[in-house]
């Protein structure tokens, strides 16, 4: 409940790490032949899920520039259900311009899901800015204190 107040959010579950909360934010939306565009500086175990899960239930994974509207624009199309950012991004930490990117995801029907570990929700509230599902890993500043494993997905 306190995440869900503090995501400005309507729904939050938990479990049992970040990782799962982003592959559980992310498998409910996609079947076979439809596409993901993953943000180029997505946490690394996000790529390798999408890269080897994902493909492997015959999902397209693709990649954007996070910071590169005209990129995201250039590979949306019709069999896009969900485009994934990440902002602060994992290692070079791109901010992302979540209005204009869910602005461009909608258009389509796509849903933009974020992984806002980085920025937690006291910096950055990205269901606010337009995204649709927001995950953390509480594992890691939520905690606080090394001594948690656990994920959160809120809507
Ligand atoms: C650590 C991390 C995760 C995964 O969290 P775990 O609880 O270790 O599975 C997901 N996203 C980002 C950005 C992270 O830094």
């Known amino acids: 409940a306190k995440l869900t107040v503090l995501e400005q959010g309507v729904r939050t579950f938990l479990v049992p790490s970040?990782?799962?909360?982003n592959a559980i934010a992310?498998?409910?939306?996609?079947?076979?032949?439809?596409?993901?565009?993953?943000?180029?500086?997505?946490?690394?175990?996000?790529?390798?899920?999408?890269?080897?899960?994902?493909?492997r239930f015959g999902v397209e994974v693709a990649y954007?520039?996070?910071?590169?509207?005209?990129d995201l624009t250039?590979?949306?199309?019709?069999?896009?259900?969900?485009?994934?950012?990440?902002?602060?991004?994992?290692?070079?930490?791109?901010?992302?311009?979540?209005?204009?990117?869910a602005a461009v995801a909608h258009r389509p029907g796509a849903?933009?899901?974020?992984?806002n570990t980085w920025a937690?929700?006291?910096?950055?509230?990205?269901?606010?800015?337009?995204?649709?599902?927001?995950t953390e890993a509480l594992t890691k500043y939520v905690s606080g204190h090394s001594d948690l494993l656990m994920g959160s997905v809120t809507v």
């Open 18 to 21: 970040g990782q799962a909360a």
């Open 26 to 55: 992310a498998l409910p939306f996609l079947k076979s032949g439809d596409k993901i565009l993953i943000a180029d500086t997505a946490y690394p175990p996000m790529r390798d899920f999408a890269n080897q899960d994902l493909a």
């Open 64 to 70: 954007y520039d996070p910071v590169s509207i005209e």
């Open 74 to 101: 250039a590979k949306i199309d019709d069999r896009t259900k969900l485009v994934w950012c990440e902002s602060p991004g994992s290692t070079t930490m791109e901010i992302q311009d979540l209005p204009a990117i």
């Open 111 to 115: 849903l933009v899901g974020c992984d």
């Open 120 to 134: 937690t929700p006291l910096n950055y509230m990205p269901l606010a800015l337009g995204a649709d599902i927001v």
